[in-house]
């Protein structure tokens, strides 16, 4: 009996510590890098994070606008592009045969140059991955997907429980993963349901109304209007946008009408409209009714009074 | 191809979870004209490859000042910017920028070319989106020139920047002509002279000996059109900027005055005064013919033609004070705003007297000089006659011409009785008036159009 529970102590013991070392270290490796990258560089959209640390993939949340990741595969005919449009751009009057040799000179750090700005440039992700040096990452990816799982669904006593079993049972990794899945699984449909009842109910709240008196009026002043465009060209905008808690972006902001930025006058529409809300953030909103203004659709009438 | 697929797993995944909240969404409808505020950019100094840092200095310098005379800009102080290590090949730390306010980052290179040329390359940033703003598609511009041509480089960058912000057409790579005028006021010389937009590169087209007034650029040759007291009597002149002739415009008897090219650049509307009378006149300068637009007993004069060619907007007196009227080119009856049909209809109605009307680039406004209870005003006014906007008013402000691109007015102006005349700017906001700063005292300011 004294036996046991001696075993039972030292093994429990050894589990916890086992769990404390590794599970945290694993856990941490991606969500530590999206951190830092986060802190570093607040407006940073979760496409970006991706693109550097593509091995964190399954730790991002992306709330996506698919127009950036559009622009990847753009970048190949850009980089060409770019040498064509430079000869003409010479001031002509002194330079209209010689600028041909120097632009071929050039062109090596121009190709350098026209890959930068893309949000998938290379020697970004490189830099940014230098911490992870030590851990190939074909190892990283597997740890990653019994993480995410693991800290949602577990708690201490879990892992006791769990230990108790893994001393009797050797398959152990296998005992794992069903009841881990299983939690979320049943969690995520609770919430949803949660949050589309709540959301109803919201809309009879009356501070809704306050909410998105609170919105426009901080919108408003970081909008500086286009009342210079020809009248065609001052067009609605509507755009949508996820706050993290403490009113700061959640992700990139999300053009929804137009679809894309139009040529032409109009598209100075969209940036002004775009930056007014990226700028404005972070929103100052009551937290207590965070459920209510996760999610926002904002659209910006230049025309109406 | 492993970005491809990751950016299709992502969208399929986002899809589907984002379905769920897209009804939770609180629904914000911001509506007004918005809160103007000059658009804060920082510009830092050119990275240099080369030795020449004093002439890459200069640049920036030149571009900042081009963006800042617009009023829709406003320069982020140097000494503010956090991240000194900026280089046109490594994407902008954001956060860094995001901390001064900056909306816009201007990121560039100055480099000296192996055959004694120099080169700019620069890139602009949304600070905020964190991405880089493309012109004209690319993800950045590189120019080249001679060195002594350096201000043109600057003028063309701060073209860029301007247009991929605004959306409007370019102006600062352009020339202002005017008359410099010097001496005491009964014995003045008055000369043909030149400058950039910015001011800069002030020269003398003529020599003074005989007086010259309202200089009008051509768009669409070095040439500018004017009136010379040369033989004695005023008549209309060509001169062509880069070989400095200059050419009597037709054979007219009497005086001709106020010229002013067609937007197409082949022919010149004029005035010819005769007997005391004087009328409109379009000559084609390819075949040298004249026609007579306007055959009526009042003075009409100040004519300028419509952007497409088919209408003309002019002053004249028929009505019984100075007014501004539109007709068409071809002499036929027009249906007028005002009512009824007429081979000219009369556009402004409101008090005070109307003048030198020149049509806008656009098309869609005429700009004016208005002069009531003893002041002047620089306005402008819809072809229809609605629409009246006064932008500046001084003891004397007369004479406005459009930048090419129809955003800007320079005029000239006598802020008091007896001071010299100056030059002046305002945009079409009213917002944005300034002072362009001349050698002499200077009037009758023409812009060219965009330098090719």
Redesign the interface.
């Known amino acids: 009996m004294l036996r046991g529970l001696t075993v039972s102590t030292i093994v429990h013991a050894s589990v916890l510590a086992m769990a404390v070392l590794s599970w945290p270290h694993q856990k941490s490796d991606c969500d530590k890098m999206i951190e830092r990258l986060q802190k ?6 979760p ?2 994070i ?2 550097r640390i ?1 091995q964190c ?1 399954s730790a991002i949340d ?3 606008d ?1 127009v950036e ?1 559009g622009l ?2 753009d970048i190949a005919p ?1 980089q060409k ?2 040498e064509p ?2 000869e003409p ?7 209209e045969e ?2 041909k ?2 632009p071929q ?2 062109s090596a ?2 190709e ?3 890959v ?6 290379e ?2 992700p490189e830099k940014k991955i230098e911490p992870k040096k030590e851990e190939p990452p074909p190892k990283k990816e597997e740890p990653k997907l019994i993480e995410k799982q693991k800290p949602k669904a577990k708690d201490d006593l879990d892992f006791l429980n769990e230990f108790e079993d893994i001393l009797k049972d050797k398959a152990q990794d296998e005992r794992r993963t069903p009841p881990e899945q299983a939690p979320p699984k049943i969690d995520k449909p609770v919430l ?1 349901d949660a ?2 009842s709540r ?1 109803g109910a919201g809309e009879q709240r009356g501070n ?1 109304a306050s ?2 008196a609170a ?2 009026r901080q ?11 020809p009248k065609e ?1 001052q067009i609605d905008v509507e755009i ?1 946008v ?1 706050l993290n808690r403490d009113g700061t972006l959640k992700s ?1 902001v999300e053009l929804v009408r137009p679809r894309s930025r139009p040529v ?2 109009a ?2 529409a969209v ?2 409209a ?2 007014a809300v ?2 404005c953030a972070p929103y100052q909103l009551p937290e207590d009714d965070y ?12 025309t ?2 | 191809m ?3 697929l ?2 299709l ?3 399929l ?2 899809a589907v979870s ?1 379905a ?18 000059p ?1 804060p950019l920082a510009i830092p100094d050119l990275e240099v490859r080369g030795t020449n840092s004093d002439l890459a200095r200069q640049i920036v310098e030149v571009v900042r000042a081009d963006l800042e005379s617009t009023g ?1 800009f406003e320069m982020q102080n140097p000494a503010s910017f956090i991240q000194k290590d900026l280089s ?4 902008p ?3 860094d920028w ?1 901390i001064i ?1 900056t ?1 816009g980052l201007v990121v560039g290179a100055f480099e000296e ?3 004694g ?1 120099i ?1 700019v ?1 620069f ?1 602009m ?8 703003m493309r012109i ?11 060195p002594d ?1 350096w201000r ?2 600057a003028h ?1 960058i701060a073209d860029s920047i301007y247009t991929r ?4 057409d370019p102006y600062f790579d352009t020339r202002i002509v005017y008359i410099a005028e010097t001496g005491p006021k009964l014995n003045r010389v008055k000369r043909l002279a030149i400058m950039d937009s910015d001011g800069a590169n002030q020269q003398y087209l003529t020599p003074g000996t005989n007086t010259v007034l309202t200089p009008r650029f051509s768009p669409s040759a070095q040439e500018i059109t004017y009136m010379s007291y040369e033989g004695g009597r005023p008549r209309v002149y060509l001169f062509n900027i880069e070989t400095g002739r200059q050419e009597l415009l037709g054979n007219f008897p009497g005086m001709t005055f106020a010229p002013r090219f067609s937007r197409d650049g082949e022919s010149v509307l004029m005035t010819q005064a005769e007997h005391g009378n004087s009328d409109l006149y379009i000559m084609n300068l390819q075949t040298r013919q004249s026609r007579r637009l306007t055959d009526h007993p009042a003075i009409d004069t100040s004519p300028s033609m419509s952007p497409d060619g088919r209408s003309v907007v002019f002053t004249s007196d028929r009505g019984g004070s100075p007014q501004l009227y539109v007709m068409n080119t071809d002499g036929s009856p027009r249906t007028c705003p005002s009512g009824g049909r007429d081979v000219a209809c009369r556009i402004t109605f409101n008090k005070g007297q109307y003048s030198t009307p020149v049509w806008s680039p656009r098309g869609d406004l005429v700009a004016f000089t208005k002069q009531l209870g003893g002041k002047f005003y620089i306005g402008v006014i819809g072809t229809d006659g609605t629409g009246e906007r006064l932008l500046t008013e001084a003891y004397l402000d007369e004479g406005p011409d459009w930048s090419p691109n129809g ?1 800007v007015i320079v005029y000239f102006r006598e802020s008091r009785p007896g001071a010299g005349p100056q030059l002046w700017s305002v945009d ?2 009213g917002r944005n008036e300034r002072r362009l700063q001349t050698q002499t005292e200077a009037s009758d300011p023409a812009w060219s159009p965009l330098l ?1």
């Open positions: 570093e560089e607040p407006g940073l959209a496409v970006d991706l693109m593509p993939a992306v709330p996506i698919f990741i990847v595969t850009i592009a770019e449009e430079e751009e010479a001031v002509p009057e002194e330079a010689a600028p040799p120097p000179e050039e750090p121009e350098e140059e026209v930068i700005p893309d949000e998938a440039a020697p970004e949803r949050q589309e959301k809704t909410l998105q919105m426009r919108i408003y002043t970081c909008w500086r209007g286009v009342s210079d465009l060209d949508r996820s990139n032409g006058r598209g100075i940036d002004v775009l930056r990226r700028k459920d209510e203004w996760e999610d926002i659709n904002v659209t910006i009438s230049p109406q009074p | 492993t970005r491809l990751f950016a797993v992502l969208a995944t986002t984002f769920p909240s897209a009804s939770a969404e609180l629904k914000v409808l911001v509506e007004g004209p918005g809160n103007f505020k658009t829709l046109i090949d490594v994407q730390r954001f956060a995001k306010k909306d070319l192996p055959d040329k080169a390359s890139r940033w949304d600070v905020y989106a964190g991405e880089v004209n598609g690319q993800p950045g511009r590189r120019l080249t020139t001679t041509n043109r480089i063309k912000l605004t959306g409007e955003r079409l906001s090719q």
